[in-house]
């Protein structure tokens, strides 16, 4: 029900835009958001809007990434700039109401020095 799409690879100080394309029972009311699985480590939390566009995002990507949604196209996006390697992972997108919560299968993204 959530599809990621836009990952790749890049070079350092370059830019990607991510998309999730979100289906079935999962519409606007839901908080999106965006979470990355760098090799070896944890997956962290990167950014999350809320409903009513709230936004919150990791100390890591605050100033350089974006996070927006379009609801009549049930999509959420991730505008990242100036790309560094330790943006490396595995992004995954989350869909959550209450105690429901949906996810993506993940789209990489590569920077390379």
């Known amino acids: 029900q959530l599809v990621e799409s836009g990952g790749g690879l890049v070079q350092s100080g370059g830019s990607l835009r991510l998309s999730c394309a979100a289906s079935?029972?999962?519409?606007?009311?839901?908080?999106m958001g965006w979470y990355r699985q760098a090799p070896g480590k944890q997956r962290e939390l990167v950014a999350t809007?809320?409903?009513?566009?709230?936004?919150n995002y990791a100390d890591s990507v605050s100033g350089r990434f974006t996070i927006s949604r379009d609801d009549a196209k049930n999509t959420v996006y991730l505008q990242m700039n100036s790309l560094t390697p330790e943006d490396t992972a595995v992004y995954y997108c989350?869909?959550?109401?209450?105690?429901?919560?949906?996810w993506g299968q993940g789209t990489q993204v590569t920077v390379s020095s």
């Open positions: 989350k869909a959550r109401l209450m105690a429901l919560g949906y």
């Open positions: 079935g029972s999962i519409h606007s009311s839901y908080t």
């Open positions: 809007v809320t409903s009513g566009g709230s936004t």
